[in-house]
């Protein structure tokens, strides 16, 4: 019992260390904002833009990464050839890639020097610096999170339902609605909800590929940032509004992740 | 202890728990961060912020200062002169401060007289190709895309210094400028990328910016539309190897090479 001790309280100490790292920044964060000081923030000049173009981008973003994503995931989940899963890890790179690279890597793609560029600049329809800019980067680091999520729920389909329905004479779609969707749906909306978290919290590809004006191209993170040398408060509050709404989105994706559980085993509620 | 429950650390040990990982996470924290990082927080070492625009400048005067007085260690860090004041005001160790106006060094303890270290001048500038066209300020108004500092950077506030001259000339250029501007950037130093990158047309920098630049070119503006600036340092340190840094940028000789790099030469009122 001594010696299981002995590796209890380092255990605990390593633990709650990382729980302090993890917690104390949040919680300096919305301790440090009376709410006096966050509707000071909130009148910000900066703010009220910041937030209507973040919401907006953002859902864009998701309206696409979904409509999108859906088949992209469909189709990774069914083909077995050997290039697919080549593919699937090249889709989850953005990911892991520094928002610098990110943003760089979008301008030598749509940049008006970049591959692109010079074509969509022949029609007149410059990208950097639009809002387009924006929901690209948002789609481009955030739709990974979801395509990763709904590839995982389709491979976990029961083929044994997906057979019978087909059997039964459903069309595709049909069996899409009737089978896929029930069963997954838990998990796109998950996906669905950190892939949102991600774009609204999007900053460094922003910045560097969609520049920085108010109204225009300043998300609530390029409003933080812009705020923080001028305005500390309005950033906190900034800071404090975007904290929310990602815990938000997390404590929905919980709510939604047990709703199965609940319907597939009653006596447990 | 209940055999049941092997792992779990028993409740009246939370709070000892608690109180001991804050000096454990410190001491990890500090020893990764010298041991990996490898700074050393010693006397020799001088840590200059400075404005965005005097990157290549300091570097260069770093070097010299270095290959005269071996052994000493010098860094440079540079930003926009007001994200470089916000985090000196947060507890960065800076022994130097040097902001592109001296008014983001006001308030701050001073262990020696302020000093003019160079100056310079606001500067319009296009790609190399000039892909708009533009050759003088009126031709502004046809620039699709032109970048300038946020009003808290130093080159935001002499922007609007200029854009004030220019209203009073030409209402409609100025107007024209503001609706085509595509992005407020936290430094000089990224209105310059914009530039480089060809992805603006116009932006206002500092003419030493431009110097020994292939893929940047100025427009040259007239006389009246000159708007002047100045870098004042100040000491924030009492080391004695920060004196000694302070005193060599401060210098003549100091002053000489900024003018060689593209700096405009301080009038004797300014210094």
Redesign the interface.
């Known amino acids: 019992?001594r010696g299981?001790?002995l590796v209890?309280?380092p255990?605990?100490?390593a633990a709650?260390?990382l729980g302090?790292?993890l917690l104390l920044p949040l919680a300096a964060l919305i301790a440090g904002c009376s709410p006096a000081e966050l509707i000071a923030g909130l009148r910000h000049p900066l703010t009220a833009p910041a937030l209507r173009l973040s919401a907006i981008t953002s859902l864009i973003s998701l309206a696409i990464t979904i409509i999108g994503g859906t088949p992209l995931s469909w189709w990774l989940a069914r083909t077995q050839r050997r290039g697919v899963a080549v593919l699937e890890v090249a889709l989850r790179v953005p990911v892991v890639t520094p928002p610098a690279v990110a943003g760089v890597a979008l301008?030598l793609a749509f940049?008006?020097?970049g591959v692109l560029g010079s074509l969509t600049g022949a029609v007149g329809a410059?990208i950097?610096?639009t809002a387009t800019a924006v929901v690209i980067a948002q789609v481009f680091v955030s739709a990974p999170f979801y395509i990763q999520a709904a590839t995982a729920a389709f491979r976990d389909l029961d083929e044994d339902q997906l057979m019978a329905s087909k059997s039964l004479g459903a069309d595709s779609l049909r069996a899409f609605y009737t089978v896929v969707l029930p069963a997954a749906w838990p998990a796109l909306a998950g996906g669905a909800a950190l892939a949102w978290a991600r774009a609204i919290g999007e900053f460094g590809a922003t910045l560097l590929f969609a520049?920085?004006?108010?109204g225009?191209?300043q998300t609530m993170p390029l409003a933080i940032?812009?705020a923080?040398?001028?305005d500390?408060q309005a950033a906190q509050a900034l800071s404090v509004v975007l904290v929310a709404a990602a815990f938000g989105a997390l404590l929905a994706l919980r709510a939604v992740e047990r709703i199965p559980r609940h319907r597939r085993s009653p006596r447990r509620s | 202890m209940p055999d049941g429950l092997p792992y779990t650390v028993p409740v009246r040990l939370v709070p000892h728990i608690f109180r001991a990982c804050v000096p454990v996470l410190c001491a990890a924290i500090m020893a990764a961060t010298t041991g990996c990082v490898g700074e050393r927080r010693s006397d020799d070492t001088v840590t200059v912020y400075a404005a965005a625009s005097l990157r290549g400048a300091l570097d260069e005067l770093a070097a010299v200062y270095r290959a005269e007085n071996p052994g000493h260690r010098i860094r440079v860090e540079t930003a926009g002169s007001q994200q470089l004041r916000a985090r000196i005001h947060h507890g960065a160790r800076a022994d130097i401060f040097v902001p592109a106006a001296s008014r983001f060094a006001e308030g701050m303890p001073s262990y020696s007289e302020p000093k003019v270290i160079a100056c310079n001048r606001v500067s319009l500038a296009t790609p190399a190709d000039n892909p708009a066209g533009i050759a003088d300020i009126e031709d502004l108004a046809r620039a699709g895309r032109i970048v300038v500092g946020v009003d808290d950077a130093p080159i935001g506030e002499f922007t609007l210094q200029l854009l004030r001259v220019i209203e009073s000339e030409s209402p409609e250029t100025a107007d024209a400028v503001r609706a085509n501007t595509v992005s407020r950037e936290l430094s000089v130093a990224g209105v310059l990328t914009r530039l480089a990158l060809g992805e603006a047309d116009a932006g206002f920098v500092y003419a030493s910016d431009l110097y020994e630049r292939s893929d940047v070119s100025e427009v040259p503006l007239p006389q009246r539309l000159q708007v002047n600036t100045s870098y004042q340092a100040v000491l924030l340190s009492e080391k004695p190897a920060a004196r000694a840094l302070f005193n060599f940028i401060a210098s003549e000789q100091s002053r000489l090479r900024f003018e060689s790099m593209g700096f405009r030469r301080c009038s004797p009122t300014e210094t």
Not at chain 1, 211 to 214: M, P, Q
């Open positions: 019992m299981r001790r209890m309280i255990a605990g100490v709650a260390t302090v790292v301008l940049g008006r020097r410059d950097a610096f520049g920085n004006l108010s225009r191209t940032y812009t923080l040398e001028s500390l």
